[in-house]
C-alpha cells in the first residue's frame, strides 16, 4: 500500500488557493473507514467552504485557515480499510455519502454515515446523491408534498432535478419545474408535469400549495404570491445570496418576520446526510425511480476549473471529479 497520494488541498480560503498536491494516504481512526474513491461529486457547499463566504461560516469551518486540508465531500467508492469498533462495513464493500477528503484517491467517512450501493447502481449515479439528493428528500418532506401542487424553482441544478424526480414519488399531484429554456427538456423528462421557463414567463402567477426554491432568485413579495393562501408553504433550500460576510441570514430574518405575520408558513434547513437518507436514495436509485444527471466530469487536475463552473451557477444536474 503506498503511503502518499495526490489530493485537492486548501491551506488558505479563496479558490486560488485549492492547488493537488503529495499528502499521506489517511488513516481510518476509531469508528470510521477508509474509501478508496471511485468518483466524487462537488456541490455549492464546497464552492462555499473553499472561498470562505460567507464569512461567518469560518466560525465552525476553521476561523484562520479551512480545518479540513483536503478538500470535497460526496464521494461513492470501495471501502478499504476500517477504524477500531467497525462491524458494519468491511473492505469491499461499495458505499456512499458525504465524507473527509474527497477529492483524492483515498478519503475518510465515519462508518455509520454512510450507505451500500446497490448492486445495480453504477457509481456515477451514488456519487450525485449524498448532500444534493438528501436535501431534495428533506425539502420534499418538509414541505410536506403528499396531495400537494408543488414548484420546484431551481429544477435543472443539483438539488433541484433529483427533487422533480422525488416529488411524484412522495405523493405530489402537480410538479411544476422552473429552469431556463435551454434545460426544459431536461426537466421534462424527470418527470416535471409542467416546465416553465423563467426567462419568459413568471411561476408566481399561480398559486401552489409548497415552493421548494432551490435557485433564490425571488423576492419574498414574489414567493408570497405564488403561494395558496390556505396554509402555502415556502420551502427555502438554496436563499437569496447575500453579503460576503453574513451572506443571505439578515435576508432570511427578515423573510422570516414577514411570514410570521401571514397565512404562509416557511422553512429553513440544513441538510444532514444520515445513513437511513443515503439508504432511501439508494433503493429509488436501486428501482430506476431517481437517476444522477451527469452534466460533466472533471479529472482531479483540473479540479479549480470544476470549481469555476459550479461558480457560473449553470450546472445542470451534477458535475463529478475523477480521482
Ligand atoms: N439548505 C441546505 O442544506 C442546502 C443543501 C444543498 C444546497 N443548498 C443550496 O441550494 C442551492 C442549489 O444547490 P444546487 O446543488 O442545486 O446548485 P447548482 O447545481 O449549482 O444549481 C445550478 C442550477 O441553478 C439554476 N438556476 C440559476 N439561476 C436560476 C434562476 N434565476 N431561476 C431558476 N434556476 C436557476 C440553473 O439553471 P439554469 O441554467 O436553467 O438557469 C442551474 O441548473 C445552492 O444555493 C446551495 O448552496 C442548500
Given at each position: ?23 499521506p494516504v ?9 474509501v ?9 457547499a ?5 472561498s ?22 460526496d ?35 465515519k ?6 450501493i446497490?448492486?445495480?447502481?453504477d ?6 446523491l ?19 401542487t408543488?414548484v420546484?424553482?431551481g ?30 427538456e ?28 432551490c ?5 419574498t ?12 408553504r415556502?420551502?427555502m433550500v438554496?436563499?437569496?445570496?447575500g ?28 441538510a ?18 431517481l437517476?444522477t ?14 470549481f ?16
Open positions: 500500500m503506498t503511503t502518499k497520494m495526490k489530493a485537492a488541498t486548501q491551506g488558505r480560503y479563496g479558490l486560488e488557493h485549492i492547488g493537488v498536491q503529495d499528502v489517511p488513516e481510518p481512526a476509531s469508528g470510521m473507514v477508509r478508496a474513491v471511485n468518483v466524487a461529486s462537488i456541490n455549492p464546497d464552492w462555499h467552504l473553499a470562505g463566504t460567507p464569512m461567518f461560516l469560518r466560525l465552525t469551518e476553521g476561523l484562520r485557515q479551512p480545518n479540513e486540508f483536503v478538500i470535497g465531500r464521494v461513492a467508492g470501495t471501502v478499504d480499510a476500517v477504524g477500531a469498533g467497525v462491524t458494519n462495513l468491511q473492505p469491499g464493500d461499495r458505499v456512499f455519502g458525504s465524507m473527509t477528503g474527497g477529492f483524492a484517491p483515498y478519503a475518510l467517512a462508518a455509520d454515515r454512510v450507505a451500500r446497490p448492486d445495480t447502481v457509481d456515477d449515479t451514488a456519487a450525485g449524498p448532500i444534493a439528493g438528501v436535501t431534495a428528500l428533506q425539502a420534499l418532506e418538509k414541505g410536506g408534498v403528499g396531495g400537494k408543488v420546484i424553482n429544477a435543472s441544478g443539483g438539488v433541484g432535478h433529483f427533487a422533480v424526480q422525488m416529488a411524484k414519488t412522495l405523493g405530489a399531484t402537480s410538479v411544476t419545474g422552473v429552469c431556463s429554456g435551454r434545460n426544459a431536461l426537466v421534462a423528462s424527470l418527470g416535471a408535469d409542467r416546465v416553465v421557463d423563467y426567462t419568459k414567463a413568471d411561476f408566481t402567477d399561480h398559486a401552489h400549495d409548497v415552493i421548494i426554491d435557485a433564490g432568485s425571488r423576492s413579495s414574489e414567493l408570497k404570491s405564488g403561494l395558496t393562501d390556505s396554509g402555502g415556502l420551502i438554496g436563499p437569496a445570496k453579503g460576503k460576510v453574513m451572506g443571505p441570514l439578515p435576508e432570511l430574518l427578515a423573510m422570516a418576520a414577514r411570514f410570521a405575520v401571514s397565512p404562509h408558513k416557511l422553512t429553513v434547513f440544513t444532514e446526510e444520515t445513513a437511513e437518507r443515503l439508504e432511501r436514495l439508494a433503493a429509488m436509485a436501486a428501482d430506476g425511480s437517476i444527471h451527469i452534466d460533466r466530469d472533471f479529472k482531479l487536475a483540473d479540479i479549480s476549473d470544476a469555476q463552473y459550479l461558480g457560473t451557477h449553470r450546472a445542470k444536474g451534477k458535475v463529478l471529479i475523477r480521482p
